[in-house]
T-cell receptor, first 113, second 114 residues
Framework: EAQVTQNPRYLITVTGKKLTVTCSQN?????MSWYRQDPGLGLRQIYY???????DKGDVPEGYKVSRKEKRNFPLILESPSPNQTSLYFC????????????FGSGTRLTVV | AQSVTQLDSQVPVFEEAPVELRCNYS??????LFWYVQYPNQGLQLLLK??????LVKGINGFEAEFNKSQTSFHLRKPSVHISDTAEYFC????????????FGSGTRLLVRP
């Protein structure tokens, strides 16, 4: 089954403790992206990657890092999480040539206390 | 700058009534248009999309949307809603440039009452 897999689904952590949210897709998509969803703001792009070793900032990149060492994986790293990063995070992938739109993971609900 | 505007943050409606969720966009490049639905405590599901051709597109669960280029709108409609349609609906555009960026509106919460 074609899918984007995120882990974990839920995470509670403390301020300053480094964490990684994993994202993996099995569709051989070139594009991958991370979004955060906050009430009243919709989904905002954090980082995106057009292919292996090619990443760029989205609209709200502060406090986040990403890497794209393999085509299928695109982890989101919070080096020193803060309470304002409490949010619902989605990973998505796409292949521009297919025009099928983006496929989204199930989301990761992160709480930073 | 490109943007997507959903004018209504919440739309309450009675079961079996028709509904329209409004979406307008602004972009200097051509776009693909999408509607996504998010049921409570779930991820995003593609409802329908407009890429080209007929401006009226049909999606899952009886929803349809009409692309109006002159008004840069892509409103979502359903002639008769069900309780199970209660969810948050997001309008989004993908830029048809090298960024292929997906930009979302702020969402509309559809609340269907019995």
């Amino acid at each position: 089954e074609a899918q984007v897999t995120q882990n974990p689904r839920y995470l509670i952590t403390v301020t300053g403790k480094k964490l990684t949210v994993t994202c993996s897709q099995n569709m051989n998509h070139e594009y991958m992206s991370w979004y955060r969803q906050d009430p009243g703001l919709g989904l905002r792009q954090i980082y995106y990657s057009m292919n292996v070793e090619v990443t760029d900032k989205g609209d709200v990149p502060e406090g986040y890092k990403v890497s794209r060492k393999e085509k299928r994986n695109f982890p989101l790293i919070l080096e020193s999480p803060s309470p304002n990063q409490t949010s619902l995070y989605f990973c998505a992938s796409s292949s521009p040539g297919t025009s099928h739109g983006y496929t989204f993971g199930s989301g990761t609900r992160l709480t930073v206390v | 700058a490109q943007s997507v505007t959903q004018l209504d943050s919440q739309v309450p409606v009675f079961e079996e009534a028709p509904v329209e969720l409004r979406c307008n966009y602004s972009s200097s490049v051509s776009v693909y248009l999408f509607w996504y639905v998010q049921y409570p405590n779930q991820g995003l599901q593609l409802l329908l999309k407009y890429l080209s051709g007929s401006t009226l597109v049909k999606g899952i669960n009886g929803f349809e949307a009409e692309f109006n280029k002159s008004q840069t709108s892509f409103h979502l409609r359903k002639p008769s809603v069900h309780i199970s349609d209660t969810a948050e609906y997001f309008c989004a555009v993908t830029l048809m440039d090298s960024s292929y960026k997906l930009i979302f509106g702020s969402g509309t919460r559809l609340l269907v009452r019995p």
